[in-house]
């Protein structure tokens, strides 16, 4: 089934903003995409309305309850002028998983998809074409029905926004740069059972303690360990983390509390066809530092929608600090950030199938 949306355009269209001094989230384009849920109706009324605040009652489930789910993927172009979407089936999937959770009403893969390629292809003249530029796509949902009380709503709102960013860490030059990690130790992101591997904003509202402790220690991002035993590693912030000691690749398993990430995913798939030996088993953080202490660590890195792949320079725990290598981006992650932006961009050639074109 292919869906469409009917489109309204703008009267007052936004000037561009400057490629050259884009920052991460901060600029939305003209136009975003509706859609209402119920349980009569189903997901109907889809359309493509001017950019604009939305209208909520004070007592809507999603003010109280935190019922509510959010994407992200990005839009390139191509050297050919092509519009490009990078692997959007795997964030249709993950939706629909994350919708299961939050009982919130499941979303048919080729609705989501049809819906990002009509928004984007509205505003397609919004995508910046300057190196480690992009139109990064948020889909959300959110329960709007206006209630008090502790259970599933019946009815929601589905919306696409769209923001052209340019590199999410900042960098003077465009290149990659190696960040500075805090490994947490009192606060946990996630447990068994829990949301941990859902695309849901009280997983981000929970890390914001560990996030203020990490950036007034001079650290970009918070290396989270497991809430049980608090000595397992597990994410870096909002991306998922790879460690490479003695050339053998390591990643949390996808236990429930490891939110599956399509840049890890692809990672993973792009390394084994490189023959790299990829592991994705629990790991010690007292094993990572044994490795920087003996010079076995080679490489800590993390992947990710918004920065694809982030090198880490150094790890700072509570009392002192680790360097990784020269403090300097990897050989590997390079290679990785290379091969995925090379494919993301249209600028090397797909040989995983991964692009989609609108």
Excluded at 58 to 75: D, N, S
Excluded at 96 to 120: G, H, Q, W, Y
Excluded at 276 to 288: F, G, N, P, S, Y
Excluded at 321 to 338: F, M, S, V
């Amino acid at each position: 089934m292919s869906y469409t949306f009917p489109i309204t355009r703008t009267t007052a269209p936004k000037p561009k903003p400057d490629p050259n001094t884009l920052k991460f989230g901060k600029t939305f384009t003209d136009h975003m995409l509706v859609m209402e849920y119920s349980d009569e109706g189903g997901w109907h009324n889809g359309k493509i309305v001017p950019y604009a605040p939305l209208q909520l009652d004070p007592a809507a489930a999603v003010l109280h309850y935190a019922q509510e789910m959010f994407e992200g993927l990005k839009a390139y172009r191509s050297p050919k002028g092509e519009v490009l979407l990078f692997r959007p089936d795997m964030n249709a999937k993950r939706t629909r998983s994350t919708n299961k959770r939050m009982c919130i009403p499941d979303m048919p893969e080729e609705l989501f998809i049809d819906a990002v390629k009509a928004i984007v292809d509205c505003d397609k003249d919004w995508i910046p074409e300057k190196e480690g530029t992009s139109l990064y796509i948020r889909p959300f949902i959110i329960a709007d029905e206006p209630f008090l009380g502790v259970h599933a709503a019946h009815h929601y709102l589905f919306l696409i926004i769209l923001s052209p960013v340019g590199p999410y860490y900042d960098s003077a030059d465009g290149k990659l740069l190696a960040t500075s990690i805090f490994v947490e130790e009192e606060y946990v992101r996630a447990v068994p059972g829990g949301t941990g591997f859902a695309k849901i904003g009280g997983n981000y509202a929970a890390s914001l303690a560990a996030q203020t402790k990490a950036a007034a220690l001079g650290c970009e991002q918070v290396l989270w360990l497991d809430a049980i035993e608090r000595k397992y590693v597990e994410e870096i912030g909002t991306s998922n983390a790879f460690f490479v000691i003695n050339g053998v690749v390591y990643t949390a398993p996808l236990a429930g509390t490891i939110l599956p990430g399509v840049t890890r995913d692809s990672v993973i798939n792009l390394l084994k066809k490189w023959g790299a030996d990829v592991r994705e088993e629990r790991l010690l953080i007292d094993t990572v530092k044994a490795a920087a202490a003996d010079g076995s660590l080679d490489e800590i890195f993390a992947t990710g929608t918004a920065a694809v792949i982030s090198p880490v320079g150094k790890l700072v725990f509570e009392g002192g600090e680790l360097t990784i290598g020269d403090g300097q981006p990897g050989e590997l992650a390079l290679k990785l950030y290379n091969a995925l932006y090379g494919m993301q961009t249209g600028k090397l050639p797909d040989e995983m199938g991964w692009t989609v074109k609108i």
